[in-house]
């Protein structure tokens, strides 16, 4: 190809008028893909290669995030805790948590107190269904929810490819602290709606 090697004389010339001592290489190539390289790339190779290494830190970071959110949740499950809403139980750090539905939530994602269902969702954010993970919940949350009005279970992943049942972790009125499958979104009560943790 004339520009390889009208490149290589060019450098060739370059080199010896310098003064230096040219080692023999490999003709550039007009046509050659680009290399995938800091030095070929530049910052904006650097850039990208940082923002995927630290997407790739970001995921692992929440996928212990939310290994540490189910086995919190199946500490109380293994203890048998009861549902009781006016009385508290420990979480494996011993602090103290409401021993009902939000309560249960609110110790497996360590928020600082136990809230409840019309307050989960000042800390969560609503997702659609396909974006359910380990740690999200299925919730009936939100004004009006208070007292036997809302309910919130902890999603643990698919019992189905067709999404229609998932294994769930809850603090069940008549159950207590209890791992079981559920109909989505629970029960066929289309009032649940999928939230997130902020920050998950």
């Known amino acids: 190809m004339k520009v390889s090697r009208t490149l290589t004389t060019t450098v060739l010339t370059a080199g010896l008028l310098a003064g230096g001592t040219m080692m023999a290489t490999a003709p550039a190539q007009a046509d050659a893909a680009p290399a995938h390289s800091y030095a070929a790339q530049g910052d904006s190779g650097k850039a990208t290669t940082a923002q995927s290494e630290s997407g790739q830190k970001t995921s692992t970071q929440a996928d212990d995030r939310r290994d540490e959110i189910i086995s919190r949740a199946q500490t109380w499950v293994d203890q048998g805790v009861p549902y009781n809403w006016d009385t508290t139980h420990p979480d494996p750090q011993g602090k103290q948590y409401r021993m009902d539905c939000s309560g249960f939530v609110s110790m497996a994602w360590g928020l600082d107190d136990s809230l409840n269902t019309v ?20 919730m009936k949350g939100g004004p009006g929810t208070e007292g036997a009005n809302g309910h919130v279970v902890i999603f643990n992943g698919w019992a189905n490819d067709d999404k229609t049942a998932y294994h769930a972790l809850e603090e069940n009125g008549s159950l207590g ?15 649940f709606v999928p939230y997130r943790l902020n920050g998950l």
Do not use: N
């Not at 307050?119 to 299925?138: M, R």
């Not at 602290?177 to 009032?191: G, I, L």
């Open 177 to 191: 602290s209890v791992a079981h499958e559920v109909s989505y979104p629970y029960d066929q009560d289309d009032s």
């Open 119 to 138: 307050t989960l969702p000042d800390v969560s954010h609503k997702i659609d269904k396909d974006e359910l993970k380990p740690g999200d919940v299925l």
